[in-house]
């Protein structure tokens, strides 16, 4: 009896170790552009603040897929939870979204983050419930400026007849054939093999996005054009937010809070030595640029995206002060 007391002592002491482990909730987040970039690390923020803040409950799985417009169906289906993605293509699911794409409308950045995080930018997010998808927070690329192979721009006719690569963002399209070059919409995954064939000419990103995926190798000369500031959002699925407790849907508030947090900081460093590391590169950057010139060519744009766009919202954003 002694003997097989001992082994019934010895059997219950290891039932804890048997037990199931608390199951973990793996969620999955997509993002554009390298680990190594104002949206990579954004996205790396976020998956180890998530882990972090909820003591390993949630698994946070990042991928890299340059196809923003697929990430976006992506999250819309279910089949991926979060996407962190430029607002270009955004504007084909949630069409308030591109009153944001509107070139000149932001003074600089403190002017652009000031109205995303105020109560503007928070109505505009609670515009993607009814598209199926959950706009989450704000994040950035930050000003877009352009690149080309063929000569330096200073002013709009040095444009004339350039084919430059637009995202699939009907503003910016309307932009560029306004100021009389030739936008050829494509996704990203597919700008440096088109740059490398000619198929088109240059394309716009903020310096952020040229320098790290080296578009130096391909674009002879940037211009300072700070043209369009261009926001990032982090965009989920409503079924998997739904899913959420209260408390965890704080936390995860608290960690894409975080994502923001070292997303701009990013792009401010990558802004502030980016331009010296193009040209350490071997790139001609143009840094003397005439807005003037570039915002008077625009003007029968502007005329149509006050009837097309929300005239009175971007009065609100023009005339933004902050508290």
Known sequence: MKAYGRLAL??????????????????TVQHALPLDSHTGVGAHTFKTAMERLTNG??????????????????????????????????????PEVRIFDVPFLFRDATHARGVLDSEI???VLARFEPRGLVGVIWI?????????????????????????????????????????????????????????QGTVDGQENP?????????????????MTRHVYSPQVMICNPAMVARLSPADRALFQQAA????????????????AGVAE?????????????????QTALAPAF?????????????????????
């Open 257 to 272: 809070r975080e994502a923001q947090t070292a997303n701009r900081a990013r792009v401010t460093a990558d802004e502030e």
């Open 140 to 196: 950035e690329n930050g000003f877009r400026n352009l690149t080309n192979s063929r000569r330096e721009v200073h002013t709009p006719a040095d444009l004339r007849g350039m084919k430059i690569r637009t995202m699939e963002n009907q503003v910016h399209m309307r932009a560029f054939t306004t100021l009389g070059a030739l936008p050829t919409p494509m996704a990203f995954s597919e700008l440096v093999p088109a740059l490398q």
């Open 57 to 94: 409950r949630f698994s946070v799985t990042t991928q890299r897929n340059d196809n923003e417009r697929e990430m976006v169906e992506s999250v819309q289906i279910g089949t991926i939870d979060c996407t962190f993605t430029s607002t270009g293509p955004v504007g084909n699911f949630v």
């Open 207 to 223: 310096i952020s996005v040229i320098v790290a995926n080296n578009l130096n190798q391909v674009q002879r000369y940037m211009t």
């Open 121 to 123: 930018g928070q109505q």
């Open 10 to 27: 010895a059997a219950m002491a290891l039932l804890p170790l048997a037990l199931p482990a608390q199951a973990q909730t793996r969620l």
């Open 303 to 323: 005329a149509e995206w006050q009837r097309t766009l929300d005239a009175a919202m971007l009065s609100r954003i023009r005339e933004w002060r902050g508290n």
């Open 278 to 294: 193009l040209r350490r590169r071997g790139m001609t950057v143009v840094t003397e640029v005439d807005t003037a010139a570039f």
